[in-house]
């Protein structure tokens, strides 16, 4: 049977493992060698427990990373963030930021799990620029118009840090940041004149 993650005692416990996780990260330096049974050794529960709650490693793993990263958003933009330039600029610096210091902690055994973390940010910036869009002034045009904004231009920031991540490059953070803002402002711009018109 599912549990509810609205539920408090399922929030405390998927803390608890996630907490379990990054004791054990921080002790063996990568993510492959953990295993379920060191997670649910760790938050001293059994793994019966932590399969009520997750499929398998991998659904805990997107579900780390999605939590990992809605942190550092939260403390970049509070949760009633309104749709605007300035938060845009926020965001977009922030994923930038984020994926490189991601990069610097993958060990060369984590790299197949590159894909499904890097789809679990990716989904959540979608879902943030998608709740943004909606919160906004009356739209004209269809829900499906809003979530084809959101999945373009979150796929267009993800895809640009991502990037950025892989390679060195010559230019500065600030000014890829800069490039990709001027870039998916054009999707936008519809948008902000909405909401200041």
Not at 113 to 131: C, D, G, S, T, V
């Amino acid at each position: 049977m599912p549990v509810n993650p609205s539920d408090p005692r399922v929030k405390r416990t998927r803390q608890l493992f996630i907490q379990a996780f990054n004791d054990l990260l921080d002790e063996k330096r990568n993510i492959y060698s953990i295993s379920v049974h060191d997670i649910a050794n760790q938050a001293a529960v059994n793994r019966a427990t932590f399969y009520a709650h997750f499929e398998d490693k991998f659904a805990f793993l997107a579900y780390w990373m999605t939590e990992k990263f809605q942190l550092i958003l939260r403390k970049r933009l509070p949760d009633d963030a309104a749709f605007s330039p300035d938060n845009l600029y926020v965001l977009v610096q922030t994923v930038f930021q984020f994926l490189v210091r991601f990069r610097q902690y993958l060990t060369p055994g984590d790299k197949q799990f590159e894909p499904l973390l890097e789809n679990a940010m990716q989904k959540e910036l979608y879902r943030l620029l998608l709740q943004w869009l909606q919160s906004g002034p009356k739209q004209s045009g269809p829900q499906e118009k809003l979530e084809a904004t959101a999945l373009v231009v979150s796929w267009g920031i993800f895809g640009s840090a991502l990037q950025r991540s892989r390679e060195a490059q010559s230019r500065t953070l600030e000014s890829m940041v800069e490039e990709v803002i001027e870039v998916v402002t054009v999707n936008l711009g519809a948008f902000w004149e909405q909401a200041t018109g």
